[in-house]
């Protein structure tokens, strides 16, 4: 930012620094059959700019282009107390190629999971979690870093918090 602003009076860089600001929204649904899931998802409600600091350009995500469809089956073991569940997730964004996703999740005694996914020509991620309690949920995940068309320069980190509303069922 500092950078940006001693760069003078540009008109294209003073107007990166107003637009730093967007509304997110997405939407989905899922149905449960004993233990069987399948859903979509809409990641994009909103139309947020993007700005691509390589050329100073602004890129907009449309609505309603973007779906994700999602499907896993559960298999319980030593009585309930470990759960399996591979999963495959699905993703079309017009104007991107689409792109598939498999994993598997360990879920242990209810309380914590563990896993590993492949995403399709990007890389494997490994990921894990723990329950707090009924209501809270903390877990994190971490991406190798890989080679090919879809790079990642280095590998990425990321951290979730979950909260429950309303009783669970």
């Not at 209810?110 to 949920?137: M, P, T």
Request: cysteine-free.
């Amino acid at each position: 930012l500092q950078k940006i602003q001693s760069m003078g009076t540009d008109p294209a860089l003073a107007n990166l620094i107003n637009q730093n600001a967007s509304i997110i929204g997405n939407f989905g649904i899922s149905a449960h059959l004993k233990s069987f899931h399948i859903g979509v998802a809409m990641p994009n409600l909103f139309s947020p700019s993007y700005i691509s600091e390589d050329a100073f350009t602004i890129t907009e995500v449309k609505p309603f282009q973007a779906w994700i469809i999602h499907a896993s089956n559960r298999f319980y073991f030593s009585k309930d107390k470990y759960v399996f569940e591979p999963y495959v997730v699905y993703r079309i964004n017009s104007g991107l190629p689409s792109q598939y996703e498999i994993a598997g999740v360990l879920h242990i005694n209810h309380l914590l999971w563990v896993g590993l996914s492949q995403k399709q020509e990007f890389g494997i991620s490994g990921f894990g979690g723990a329950k707090i309690n009924k209501s809270l949920a903390v877990g994190g995940s971490y991406t190798f870093k890989n080679t090919g068309d879809n790079e990642l320069n280095y590998p990425s980190f990321e951290i979730q918090l979950s909260y429950l509303l309303g009783p669970s069922k």
